[in-house]
């Protein structure tokens, strides 16, 4: 049988965990299930989710704890990254740098998340800026390290 390593990607994108899962990885999965539900709770997540969907971008600034949102990005992307590697996506020289800046940048957004765009918006800006950064810092070493 044919692992689609996409598929585990954008199940991994949906909920950090499922992606071993499919992988086959039964603790690993439920290791991050686990990890994203303790940090979703205790980050006040869900409730952000919803006011900043709402418009309410203050409420969702006082209702998060920051604390435990820094958490977050990275263990998300972190997630995200194992289960696609693992069903074989993102194998060539360095594959990891889109997840890893993702991971970078998402965090800064939660830092910066107080000032600008809330708890939601700028960490997934983040994240989509530092898939982008890093995609391109990827296809410049690859470049320049083709004939090392």
Not at 44 to 62: E, K, M, P, R, W
């Amino acid at each position: 049988m044919k692992v689609d390593s996409f598929e585990r990607l954008l199940w991994s994108i949906a909920f950090p965990g499922f992606g071993q899962l499919l992988n086959g990885q039964v603790f690993k999965g439920v290791l991050f299930v686990g990890l994203e539900f303790l940090i979703n709770v205790q980050s006040h997540l869900n409730a952000a989710i919803i006011t900043s969907f709402h418009g309410d971008l203050s409420a969702s600034v006082q209702q998060t704890n920051y604390q435990w949102l820094m958490f977050y990005p990275c263990v998300y992307m972190f997630a995200v990254w194992d289960s696609y590697t693992f069903a074989g996506g993102g194998q060539g020289r360095f594959g990891y740098l889109p997840f890893v800046f993702s991971a970078y940048t998402g965090t800064l957004g939660v830092i910066y998340s107080t000032d600008w765009w809330g708890p939601v918006w700028l960490p997934i800006v983040g994240l989509m800026v530092g898939a982008v950064i890093g995609w391109m810092l990827r296809r410049l070493l690859v470049t320049l390290t083709k004939n090392a």
